[in-house]
């Protein structure tokens, strides 16, 4: 939010406050100054080696080069058709300026001009920025000689004195400015360009940041300079009351929870006064007419964005002139269409909120109005959707401009919306607006009817309208006002302070909170203004925050922490998880973490469900579901990575599996990717093989063993998983599958943006893995020496090598110690569907085995395997 100080200066004095120290107060109180930005007023120096607390842009004002001045009389240059000759007074003496704007262009020539037009005069040596330079570029004015005529100071637009980028032509002031005076007196400002986090969304308007700065320093808020409803003269308020004119029809509270509106008849439109387009520019809101001005005016001053209707439009698509107007707020219907002030033809949500009347919709709630309603100024030349030129009463490609006649009775609105609808909706169309900016954050439907009034006050003053009586109000769902307990204790326990409740009172009350002490405590109401304010624990919490930036975090001293610790109790989960990870880095693995929302066409690539656990209020489409599958969101990584000489990527995250009116279960995963070379490219490094089936295997089987699990079976997958059948196992600990792993299939792997090597990928149930008993057992080095033997047999091709295997364990008993498998062979020589296994065997007994002794294990061995398998040893 980009704040005039001016504009601040209106509800709080800030005498003996620095600009900097303005900024340092908001920032440490939690609305953190991003920039200054100077416009006039002196720009403050630091010494050499000072550092700058702020990032500080703009321009400072030379008070007696810049001052106020009135053009007498506009005249032809002798020497160039499109350059005037100004008759002008500075308040000191009469000068004679050259200039080519063209807002006076058509008053060349004129004569004697009735009313002096008031200007920016900036006179010889005045430094300014150079309007017709790309960029700010300052220059110093100096004397030369222009088509003959000496030129030596000028009338400033807007871009030369660095209130906005305009240089097209000078600045207007309004008739009651001073000639003569500087003209950083006159309208010397700075902007502060704040940063407004969501919790603190009640301060996006002057008003809030006043009363937050009045509690800060101790000063008064001068609330009361703002325009109130009973303060308007009986000359701008007549004719028949508005509610008899108009009716409100609320479908949803929910959506909508309040809606005001207010009637302003015979209004002139026309240009604000310039000051208050001043104002609005700086803000950083474009200014249009007095009308919208005042929405724009109103809406930043107060923080309730209002939205202006044509009247008579809406009296025009009533079919009966005597009924009332209706207006009804309705969720839209999906395929429904509306044109909006920016020429474009929106199809509408059911999610979509509408303000229609009984014709039909008239604008997008909370986001931006409709192009047939609008304020219509048909002095102006407008500029439809496409760009081009309209001239008034034409039709338009974008947006409806056939009318002839500009808008002289307004109908304003107010309203609550349901900032999660408006998040939604804006995000939707893509429209973000300053309204949207405040609704979809949450403005208290209080704000509704002291939007409505201050805005038809301004209209009053500056289109000298008539305010019809009273407000049509329909306040169907009124927000129950937070109380929460507050004692010192509570202070002193959480922020480390000893306050009494007289002092906790004081500084609440300053943020407009309603305190009252009673029995010990206080009792703490929100003011209507707030709805970030919780009750119970929260709302202790709540409150506490708002004592402690009341009172100053810098003032807080640093203390010990009072209360016990409580006791150190360990997270076996956590803990174990932890030497997972460890583990997996330790084997050359790299952790990724992912987003748990995903969508269930970014998951069907590796396998499909039927439900999700949906997200009601999803940052975008493809984040619109809870995954339920890790790998797939590892393998989206691994894909954007594609490029990468070598991955070998995991993550330990949970899966969401919905349960039916219930939460959904969150079980713990384990993923792993690998694809690219095995060996990093180097000189002596040619063809460097790519990661296969066994690397991840040999990984699996070290975290295993990192993990202390010994009884292990690797087995065919099934056929559920995205895996290739061929290349493709489960992993079985302790009986129980714990995992799969193996190479992507090729049908799942097309469809994602891989290169040529193979991806392998592995996934494992952790609840199921951390479940089973670990071997701690210590197993004691023998004093007899190993014997060592090579066995090879020929079994069907059907036979697992594992349970070849287990026979072999089994039928050794302890005296075999360890069996790998260390080749198998195929060939037509030992038989079509025939395959050869060759074992290592390791016999240890507790004495020194004899050759004899080895070859009886041996031989019962290859019996038991002949009998079992229908094994034949290999000669």
């Not at 005249?75 to 308040?91: E, I, W």
């Not at 490029?643 to 009116?661: D, H, R, T, W, Y």
């Not at 026979?807 to 050794?812: D, K, N, P, S, V």
Request: glycine share 8%; hydrophobic share 40%; proline share 5%.
């Amino acid at each position: 939010m980009k704040l005039p100080i001016s504009w601040l200066k209106d509800f709080i004095d800030l005498g003996g406050l620095s600009i900097e120290d303005i900024a340092r107060k908001l920032t440490l109180a939690g609305l953190e100054v991003d920039e200054i930005l100077y416009a006039g007023l002196p720009m403050p120096t630091y010494k050499e080696g000072e550092k700058h607390e702020f990032k500080t842009n703009g321009i400072g004002w030379d008070r007696d080069k810049l001052v106020v001045a009135e053009i007498r009389e506009v005249k032809a240059h002798p020497n160039a058709d499109k350059l005037t000759l100004l008759d002008l007074f500075d308040g000191q003496q009469e000068q004679v300026v050259l200039t080519g704007a063209p807002n006076i262009f058509h008053l060349k020539g004129t004569g004697r001009l009735e009313k002096p037009i008031k200007v920016a005069y900036a006179k010889e040596g005045a430094t300014i920025y150079d309007g017709h330079a790309d960029g700010l570029v300052l220059t110093t004015l100096k004397r030369a000689k222009i088509r003959g005529v000496d030129s030596y100071s000028m009338v400033c637009s807007e871009k030369e004195l660095g209130i906005t980028e305009e240089h097209e032509g000078i600045i207007l002031f309004d008739d009651d400015a001073p000639v003569g005076m500087s003209l950083v007196d006159y309208m010397g400002d700075a902007v502060l360009d704040i940063s407004i986090l969501p919790n603190m969304a009640r301060n996006a308007n002057v008003i809030g940041i006043a009363r937050e700065l009045a509690a800060l320093t101790g000063r008064e808020l001068k609330a009361d300079n703002r325009p109130q409803t009973a303060d308007r003269p009986s000359s701008i308020v007549n004719g028949p009351s508005v509610n008899d004119l108009v009716e409100i029809e609320i479908t949803d509270p929910e959506l909508n929870p309040r809606f005001v509106v207010g009637l302003i008849r015979d209004v002139e439109i026309k240009p604000s006064p310039y000051q208050i387009q001043r104002r609005l520019k700086l803000a950083g809101v474009r200014a249009i007419n007095n009308i919208v001005d005042a929405t724009n005016y109103a809406m930043i001053e107060l923080g309730e964005p209002l939205h202006a209707f044509d009247y008579d439009v809406l009296v025009g698509r009533v079919s009966n002139p005597t009924k009332k107007i209706k207006i009804i707020t309705r969720a839209a219907q999906d395929g429904e269409e509306l044109v909006t002030l920016d020429g474009v033809k929106r199809k509408l949500t059911s999610t979509n909120v509408l303000v229609c009347d009984e014709k039909g919709s008239l604008s997008l709630a909370g986001v931006m109005g409709g192009s047939e309603s609008e304020v219509y100024d048909a002095s102006k030349e407008v500029l439809d959707a496409t760009g081009i030129e309209v001239k008034p009463g034409e039709m338009t490609q974008g947006k409806i401009t056939a009318r002839s006649k500009s808008t002289v009775n307004v109908l304003l609105e107010g309203a609550a919306w349901n900032f999660i609808n408006i998040r939604r909706t804006a995000k939707q169309h893509n429209l973000p607006s300053e309204a949207s900016f405040r609704f979809s954050r949450g403005v208290h439907p209080a704000l509704a009817d002291q939007g409505v009034s201050l805005g038809l006050n301004y209209m009053a003053a500056w289109a000298n309208g008539k305010v019809a009586p009273g407000l049509v109000d329909m306040y169907p769902l009124k927000p129950k006002d937070s109380v929460v307990e507050v004692t010192p204790k509570d202070v002193k326990r959480l922020l480390g302070i000893d306050l009494t409740l007289e002092e906790i009172s004081a500084l609440l009350t300053r943020l407009e909170f309603k305190c009252q002490i009673t029995n010990n405590q206080l009792l703490i109401t929100a003011p209507p203004h707030r709805m970030d304010i919780d009750e119970g624990v929260v709302g202790l919490a709540d409150v506490l925050e708002e004592v402690a930036r009341s009172y100053g975090f810098d003032n807080i001293p640093t203390t010990t922490m009072s209360d016990s610790l409580p006791p150190q109790k360990g997270n076996p989960i956590h803990e174990w998880e932890e030497r997972l990870r460890d583990l997996l880095v330790s084997i050359g693995m790299q952790e990724v973490v992912t987003y748990r929302m995903t969508s269930p066409e970014r998951e069907s690539r590796v396998v499909s469900h039927d439900e999700y656990v949906r997200i009601a209020n999803p940052i975008a489409p493809e984040r619109s579901v809870l995954r339920q599958s890790l790998l797939a969101s590892v393998l989206e990584v691994a894909e954007k990575n594609a490029k990468a000489e070598s991955i070998a990527m995991f993550e330990v995250g949970s899966v969401f599996e919905p349960l039916k009116n219930n939460l959904p279960n969150e079980p713990r995963r384990l993923a792993i990717v690998m694809t690219g070379k095995r060996i990093a490219s180097a000189w002596d490094v040619k063809d460097a093989p790519a990661f296969d089936f066994y690397d991840m295997k040999g990984r699996i089987e070290l975290l295993l063993a990192g993990l202390r699990y010994t009884d292990i079976l690797y087995a065919e997958a099934e056929s559920s998983y995205a895996l290739h059948p061929g290349k493709s196992a489960q992993v079985k600990v302790n009986g129980q599958v714990v995992g799969v792993f193996g190479e992507l299939h090729p049908l799942a792997k097309e469809k994602y943006e891989f290169g040529d090597a193979p991806v392998i990928a592995a996934e494992f149930d952790l609840e199921k893995l951390r479940g089973l008993n670990p071997s701690f057992g210590i197993k004691p080095v023998s004093e007899f020496p190993p014997m060592y033997e090579d066995i090879a047999i020929i079994v069907d091709e059907s036979v697992a090598a594992s349970a070849v295997e287990a026979l072999i364990r089994q039928t050794g008993g302890k005296t075999v110690t360890d069996v790998r498998l260390f080749d198998v062979y195929r060939d037509e020589k030992i038989g079509a569907g025939k395959k050869s296994l060759a074992y290592s065997l390791t016999y240890q007994a507790e004495k020194t085995l004899t050759d004899a002794e080895a070859a009886a294990i041996r031989n019962k061995i290859v019996k038991r395997l002949e009998h079992t398998i229908g094994a034949k040893l290999r000669s």
